[in-house]
């Protein structure tokens, strides 16, 4: 956890806009994901990347993006067409061990 | 049903107390299993790997019973710093794909 950055913490945005979020990592993880969370609720994958150049889609990747140009790097945009898009975003790695740590997440508010 | 399933709770215990935790999981092919614990608005943080064996790491105990297909989780002589939601964690042999429960919420009381 200390080791990925998310920014910003906190982002407002207009209905209609898109919105990238970062999320970088220095644990030399391959493997990068991004869920989404609502209040009272679970994590929900929406992409994972297990190798720089690749990606798949997770259980709720309509009207979002990503790109892995980076081993460190893996953005998320979120594009006009994800109906509710107000949630709290959390990024992930994971290494060999498996095991899956998270950055501090982005509350995106969308009015 | 669900991928894995937990007790939403909340589970109100007072200090000192000892209190389980269980989560099952419905795909055999599972293949590692976690606990992270959840602060109120913070990211998960990761609370401990549940072996095969059993593991424990102070006051907190992990077991995993894969002919029920189920995990659990111990903790012996509650803080109250112990306050927070409890995540189950599987993931599946075979893909880098990981199934969260929705939480087990812990409310330890002075």
């Known amino acids: 956890d200390g080791g990925i950055t998310q920014s910003p913490k906190y982002l407002f945005r207009k209905e209609g806009q898109n919105v990238t979020l970062s999320c970088e990592q220095n644990?030399?993880?391959?493997?990068m994901y991004w869920y989404r969370q609502d209040p009272g609720q679970g994590l929900r994958l929406i992409y994972y990347?297990?190798?720089?150049?690749?990606?798949q889609k997770g259980d709720i990747a309509e009207g979002y993006s990503v790109s892995r140009e980076k081993k460190e790097s893996f953005p998320l945009t979120v594009t006009s067409a994800q109906k509710n898009p107000t949630a709290f975003y959390l990024c992930?790695?994971?290494?060999?061990?498996?095991?899956?740590?998270f950055g501090p997440g982005t509350r995106l508010t969308v009015t | 049903r669900k991928e894995v399933e937990q007790d939403p709770g909340p589970f109100n215990v007072p200090e000192g107390a000892t209190v389980a935790f269980n989560c099952t999981y419905s795909?055999?092919?599972?293949?590692?299993f976690f606990w992270y614990r959840q602060d109120c608005r913070k990211e998960p943080k990761l609370l401990m790997s549940?072996?095969?064996s059993g593991n424990e790491d102070g006051r907190f105990t992990a077991q995993l019973n894969r002919a029920s297909q189920y995990i659990s989780l111990l903790i012996r002589d509650s803080k109250l710093s112990d306050s927070a939601t409890y995540l189950c964690?599987?993931?599946?042999?075979?893909?880098?794909?990981?199934?969260f429960g929705t939480g087990t919420r812990l409310k330890v009381l002075a």
């Open positions: 992930a790695t994971a290494g060999s061990s498996y095991e899956q740590y």
């Open positions: 644990l030399n993880h391959d493997a």
């Open positions: 990347s297990q190798i720089v150049n690749d990606f």
């Open positions: 795909n055999s092919a599972s293949q590692s």
């Open positions: 549940v072996y095969s």
């Open positions: 964690v599987v993931k599946v042999a075979g893909t880098y794909k990981y199934i």
